[in-house]
């Protein structure tokens, strides 16, 4: 079992990694990546190039997620992203809201980014732009994207569901009767 020490009021405590909620994470990151493979022109995201250079037979359409497609990626980065931290971390219910709160608070912050696209595009540092691939796209990012209050909406939505299932997951019923398979 990997171990991970949690600062805990000035205290040092060890914590245990929680598997199930990395798994659920894992998951919904995966959802969200079909709504870009199936649903977003390949020039939109990031890997989308890479992906249409080497697979080639990605093309964009409505019909998976539909409507859904729009906001759903909001909703699955914050729900994944705080999930996998939280177990990651092995956190309780302050540790999980408060990871949950700082995703909501990274997805909002891209997204008005998003509707200040000429302040956003002068801040990105210029070795950002050459130097790191995922650091390199966030130019493409605020160039291209919109802002969409939904999207806010939805990164809310994914942090409540998010505190929820960490909850769940790592109450009293479910951890013991996955202790003894992870």
């Given at each position: 079992?990997?171990?991970?020490?949690?600062?805990?009021?000035?205290?040092?405590?060890?914590?245990?990694?929680?598997?199930?909620?990395?798994?659920?994470?894992?998951?919904?990151?995966?959802?969200?990546?079909?709504?870009?493979?199936?649903?977003?022109?390949?020039?939109?995201?990031?890997?989308?190039?890479?992906?249409?250079d080497y697979l080639g037979f990605i093309r964009p359409h409505r019909m998976l997620f539909g409507a859904l497609a729009n906001n759903l990626p909001s909703f699955t980065h914050v729900f994944a992203f705080s999930l996998m931290t939280?177990?990651?971390?092995?956190?309780?219910?302050?540790?999980?809201?408060?990871?949950?709160?700082?995703?909501?608070?990274?997805?909002?912050?891209?997204?008005?980014?998003?509707?200040?696209?000429?302040?956003?595009?002068?801040?990105?540092?210029?070795?950002?732009?050459?130097?790191?691939?995922?650091?390199?796209?966030?130019?493409?990012?605020?160039?291209?994207?919109?802002?969409?209050?939904?999207?806010?909406?939805?990164?809310?939505?994914?942090?409540?569901?998010?505190?929820?299932?960490?909850?769940?997951?790592?109450?009293?019923?479910?951890?013991?009767?996955?202790?003894?398979?992870?």
């Open positions: 079992m990997i171990r991970d020490a949690v600062v805990s009021r000035g205290n040092l405590r060890s914590c245990k990694t929680n598997i199930p909620q990395i798994l659920v994470g894992i998951g919904a990151l995966s959802l969200g990546a079909l709504v870009y493979l199936f649903e977003r022109s390949p020039e939109s995201y990031g890997f989308g190039v890479i992906v249409r939280a177990g990651l971390l092995g956190t309780r219910r302050k540790g999980n809201l408060l990871i949950c709160l700082l995703w909501f608070l990274i997805d909002t912050v891209f997204e008005i980014g998003q509707g200040l696209k000429l302040i956003s595009l002068a801040i990105i540092p210029e070795w950002f732009k050459v130097h790191t691939l995922p650091m390199a796209n966030l130019q493409e990012y605020f160039r291209y994207g919109t802002f969409d209050i939904r999207d806010i909406v939805a990164g809310l939505l994914g942090a409540l569901a998010a505190f929820m299932v960490a909850e769940f997951i790592s109450g009293p019923f479910l951890r013991e009767r996955l202790s003894h398979r992870f």
